[in-house]
């Protein structure tokens, strides 16, 4: 029993990770049309610059890595995805997968392949016992940022102007365009949120492993991606629900499949994948009414 | 009877043409000595992988990450049908007892790697051809992980993972895989101009049109994923054969990267853009390779840093994205050098061509239609 509570807090943070990751990527696509492959790589950076500023205390560190991961974020915008604004999805994605390739170069290339430690965290490695329960500070960080995360991210969205305006362009862009949304300056903004929350997952991850690889926020992207896509990529609740279950499936996974097995862990993910995509093509959390606008 | 001559002549000439240029190449790269041979070589396995890639993703505009996987089955296949019995049974020793006594000529192993590599296609196809656009390059990738993870871990098949299957003879040479590399461009141009092919480029143009018209696309990209699977199966025992070191690691996103980075370089929706991508590309792999190790010039060396050449080859992926998305062919064929007509049934128009499945967006509102039930 109490192996079960500890499994099920286990996955609890592993899909408020994903979940983040998740709906950094569904944010950007809602606007833009991009399936981000490059969205590990904002993570990457910004695991990079906590490696690298730690040792000037959290308090510098922790703005430093959100700055770095939206300014790359915005590079990107700018040099490459503005200028596919006609190009359909298909192109989109082969040019984030480009991106994300040349950005991990690009690490290997200044930091090289080896990885980089530093004691990101430390505080949270920590773990409390209650009631026979050994709990890791470090999971219940985890979900506290992603809970804290989502209620900013809904404020902003349901209370501001610009929140609304990035809504409504997400909903139906041409629409929104011709009310008077800004377009740059929306997919600006979805551009510079999903950076934030990229750089929350890297600080989660860094507390967690402390170190850091030119291709540390691959796999976490493409279970992210994944995540979001049978989740129902064209809404952010579809997008964030779809990648918390892919987190949450996996960390049960690896702590109940037998030993033998276990290494196979991401084929069940995977499989399973196909076959949600095959019954609900357009995602698992998306309604009929949703489904028949686009 | 020179318009007769030229009418004939055009398309077969985006065949002929193809290979000459393949065969060309080749020849220049076996003249440069022999480390460059074992490059042109390797270069050679990825145009096959490529050309089953446009096979695919050219013809049916549907985008696919998982080509790699059939191209992994396949070098398996073929790593495992090579290597002498005594020495898979002392280097493998988890492996299925039949597999250690399973030997065969290296010419069936390679026709074994594409067997298996077109019966996973195969097998897989039902399910994966349902899906449209994004849905269909995650489900794809999401087999490529599937595939992958089994290959690494799975030590009744192959190595305990982290090792390699060695031991695969030498026996192909340059020549060889050049025939081979021929062959499989044949069998896409033949491919390209049946029936099915057609039928499945409508699909590609106009997605809500085709079905209209009674054209069933899920059998039809069924059957282009299967033969794909096949072209890439062979593809991955060239690269058993070439590599001589089988290993999960090499099979998987970089070479999926690779590959499709070749195919939007030359141009997704002709077989000469896949051919042609796949030699410029390999062609400044080459190039980028060997000025790292430092090119001799008379007096100087020339060299560039360590790390730079996939940099460079990530940048021309996404620039070609951006200013030509079309890639180099903007996929047109190879046109009869002399004044020809154009192919029929390849787009010359300005607009490039895309591999898309987002609907060309029209003027104002298409007219309304309403269709009320009758009351029952």
Request: hydrophobic fraction near 55%; charge should be positive; avoid cysteine.
């Given at each position: 029993?109490?192996?079960l509570?500890?499994?099920?807090?286990d996955?609890?943070?592993?899909?408020?990770?994903?979940?983040?990751?998740?709906?950094?990527?569904?944010?950007?696509?809602?606007?833009?049309?991009?399936?981000?492959?490059?969205?590990?790589?904002?993570?990457?950076?910004?695991?990079?610059t906590?490696?690298?500023?730690?040792?000037?205390?959290?308090f510098?560190?922790?703005?430093l890595?959100?700055?770095?991961?939206?300014?790359?974020?915005?590079?990107?915008?700018?040099?490459?995805?503005?200028?596919?604004?006609?190009?359909?999805?298909?192109?989109?994605?082969?040019?984030s997968?480009?991106?994300s390739?040349?950005?991990?170069?690009?690490?290997?290339?200044?930091?090289?392949?080896?990885?980089?430690?530093?004691?990101?965290?430390?505080a949270?490695?920590?773990?409390?016992?209650?009631?026979?329960l050994?709990?890791?500070?470090?999971?219940?960080?985890a979900?506290?940022?992603?809970?804290?995360?989502?209620?900013?991210?809904?404020?902003?969205?349901?209370?501001?102007?610009?929140g609304l305006?990035?809504?409504?362009?997400?909903?139906?862009?041409?629409t929104?365009?011709?009310?008077?949304?800004?377009?740059?300056?929306?997919?600006?903004?979805?551009?510079?949120?999903?950076?934030?929350?990229?750089?929350?997952?890297?600080?989660?991850?860094?507390?967690?492993?402390?170190a850091?690889?030119p291709?540390?926020?691959?796999?976490?992207?493409?279970?992210?991606?994944?995540?979001?896509?049978?989740?129902g990529?064209?809404?952010l609740?579809?997008?964030?629900?779809?990648?918390f279950?892919?987190?949450?499936?996996?960390?049960?996974?690896?702590?109940?499949?037998?030993?033998?097995?276990?290494?196979?862990?991401?084929?069940?993910?995977?499989?399973?994948v196909?076959?949600?995509?095959?019954?609900?093509?357009?995602?698992?959390?998306?309604?009929?009414?949703?489904?028949?606008?686009? | 009877m020179?318009?007769?001559?030229?009418?004939?002549?055009?398309?077969?000439?985006?065949?002929?043409?193809?290979?000459?240029?393949?065969?060309?190449?080749?020849?220049?790269?076996?003249?440069?000595g022999?480390?460059?041979?074992?490059?042109?070589?390797?270069?050679?396995v990825?145009l096959?992988?490529?050309?089953?890639?446009?096979?695919?993703t050219?013809?049916?505009?549907?985008l696919?990450?998982?080509?790699?996987?059939?191209?992994?089955?396949?070098?398996?296949?073929?790593?495992?049908l090579?290597?002498e019995?005594?020495?898979?049974?002392?280097?493998?020793?988890d492996?299925?007892?039949?597999l250690?006594?399973?030997?065969?000529?290296?010419?069936?192993?390679?026709?074994a790697?594409?067997?298996?590599?077109?019966?996973?296609?195969?097998?897989?196809?039902?399910?994966?051809?349902r899906?449209?656009?994004?849905?269909?390059?995650?489900?794809?990738?999401?087999?490529?992980?599937?595939?992958?993870?089994?290959l690494?871990?799975?030590?009744?098949?192959?190595?305990?993972?982290?090792?390699?299957?060695?031991?695969v003879?030498?026996?192909?040479?340059?020549?060889t895989?050049?025939?081979?590399?021929?062959?499989?461009?044949?069998?896409?141009?033949?491919?390209?101009?049946?029936r099915?092919?057609?039928?499945?480029?409508?699909?590609?143009?106009?997605?809500?049109?085709?079905?209209?018209?009674?054209?069933?696309?899920?059998?039809?990209?069924?059957?282009?994923?299967?033969?794909?699977?096949?072209?890439?199966?062979?593809?991955?025992?060239?690269?058993?054969?070439?590599?001589?070191?089988?290993?999960a690691?090499?099979?998987?996103?970089?070479?999926?990267f690779?590959?499709?980075?070749?195919?939007?370089?030359?141009?997704?929706?002709?077989?000469?853009?896949?051919v042609?991508?796949?030699i410029?590309?390999?062609a400044?792999?080459?190039?980028?390779?060997?000025?790292?190790?430092?090119?001799?010039?008379?007096?100087?060396?020339?060299?560039?840093p360590?790390?730079?050449?996939?940099?460079v080859?990530?940048?021309?992926?996404?620039?070609?994205?951006?200013?030509?998305?079309?890639?180099?062919t903007?996929?047109?064929?190879?046109?009869?050098?002399?004044?020809?007509?154009?192919?029929?049934?390849?787009?010359?128009?300005?607009?490039?061509?895309?591999?898309?499945?987002?609907?060309?967006?029209?003027?104002?509102?298409?007219?309304q239609?309403?269709?009320?039930?009758?009351?029952?």
């Amino acid at each position: 029993m109490t192996q079960l509570i500890q499994s099920l807090i286990d996955a609890l943070s592993g899909g408020a990770v994903l979940g983040l990751a998740a709906l950094g990527i569904g944010l950007v696509f809602g606007v833009v049309r991009l399936a981000n492959f490059a969205h590990g790589e904002l993570i990457t950076a910004s695991a990079y610059t906590l490696a690298f500023t730690w040792h000037l205390g959290w308090f510098v560190a922790v703005p430093l890595s959100i700055v770095s991961a939206v300014l790359l974020a915005l590079l990107m915008e700018i040099t490459t995805f503005s200028r596919l604004r006609t190009a359909g999805p298909a192109t989109l994605l082969i040019a984030s997968f480009g991106l994300s390739f040349l950005l991990q170069r690009v690490y290997e290339l200044a930091f090289g392949n080896n990885v980089r430690t530093a004691p990101v965290a430390p505080a949270l490695a920590r773990s409390v016992e209650i009631g026979g329960l050994r709990i890791q500070l470090l999971s219940v960080t985890a979900v506290v940022v992603a809970v804290v995360l989502l209620v900013g991210l809904r404020l902003f969205l349901t209370r501001t102007t610009m929140g609304l305006q990035v809504q409504a362009a997400a909903a139906d862009f041409t629409t929104a365009r011709i009310v008077g949304v800004r377009a740059g300056r929306v997919i600006g903004v979805s551009f510079v949120l999903s950076a934030v929350l990229a750089a929350a997952v890297a600080f989660v991850l860094m507390a967690q492993t402390g170190a850091v690889n030119p291709t540390f926020g691959v796999s976490i992207t493409i279970l992210a991606l994944v995540g979001a896509v049978i989740g129902g990529i064209d809404r952010l609740s579809g997008a964030l629900a779809g990648g918390f279950l892919v987190g949450f499936a996996s960390s049960m996974l690896s702590s109940w499949l037998p030993q033998s097995v276990v290494a196979f862990r991401d084929s069940y993910v995977f499989a399973a994948v196909i076959l949600v995509l095959l019954l609900r093509p357009s995602g698992l959390f998306v309604t009929r009414a949703t489904t028949e606008r686009t | 009877m020179i318009g007769f001559l030229r009418a004939r002549l055009a398309p077969a000439w985006s065949l002929v043409g193809l290979l000459l240029l393949v065969w060309a190449v080749t020849l220049v790269a076996s003249l440069l000595g022999s480390s460059m041979q074992l490059q042109a070589q390797y270069a050679l396995v990825n145009l096959v992988i490529v050309v089953a890639l446009f096979m695919f993703t050219g013809t049916s505009g549907v985008l696919s990450f998982g080509h790699v996987a059939f191209v992994a089955v396949g070098a398996w296949t073929t790593g495992l049908l090579t290597i002498e019995p005594a020495l898979k049974e002392s280097l493998l020793q988890d492996l299925f007892p039949f597999l250690v006594d399973l030997n065969a000529d290296w010419r069936l192993a390679v026709l074994a790697g594409g067997l298996v590599g077109g019966i996973v296609a195969a097998l897989v196809a039902p399910f994966l051809m349902r899906l449209n656009g994004l849905q269909a390059g995650i489900a794809t990738f999401a087999l490529l992980g599937v595939v992958n993870e089994i290959l690494t871990f799975w030590s009744r098949i192959g190595p305990r993972s982290g090792q390699s299957m060695v031991g695969v003879p030498d026996v192909l040479g340059l020549q060889t895989t050049l025939f081979v590399a021929l062959a499989a461009i044949v069998a896409v141009w033949l491919y390209q101009r049946s029936r099915s092919a057609r039928l499945l480029r409508a699909t590609r143009e106009d997605g809500p049109a085709a079905p209209a018209v009674g054209i069933n696309v899920t059998v039809h990209r069924i059957l282009a994923f299967a033969l794909s699977g096949i072209v890439a199966g062979v593809a991955g025992g060239l690269f058993a054969l070439t590599n001589r070191v089988v290993q999960a690691s090499q099979l998987n996103v970089e070479l999926t990267f690779v590959t499709l980075a070749m195919l939007v370089l030359g141009g997704t929706l002709s077989l000469s853009g896949a051919v042609v991508g796949a030699i410029v590309f390999s062609a400044l792999d080459i190039l980028l390779v060997n000025l790292q190790g430092g090119i001799t010039l008379g007096a100087y060396v020339v060299s560039i840093p360590q790390g730079t050449r996939p940099i460079v080859l990530g940048m021309i992926l996404v620039l070609m994205l951006l200013f030509r998305p079309g890639g180099i062919t903007g996929g047109r064929e190879l046109a009869w050098p002399v004044g020809a007509p154009p192919l029929p049934g390849v787009p010359v128009s300005g607009r490039p061509p895309q591999v898309t499945d987002r609907q060309p967006q029209v003027a104002g509102r298409p007219p309304q239609v309403t269709i009320t039930r009758p009351p029952a």
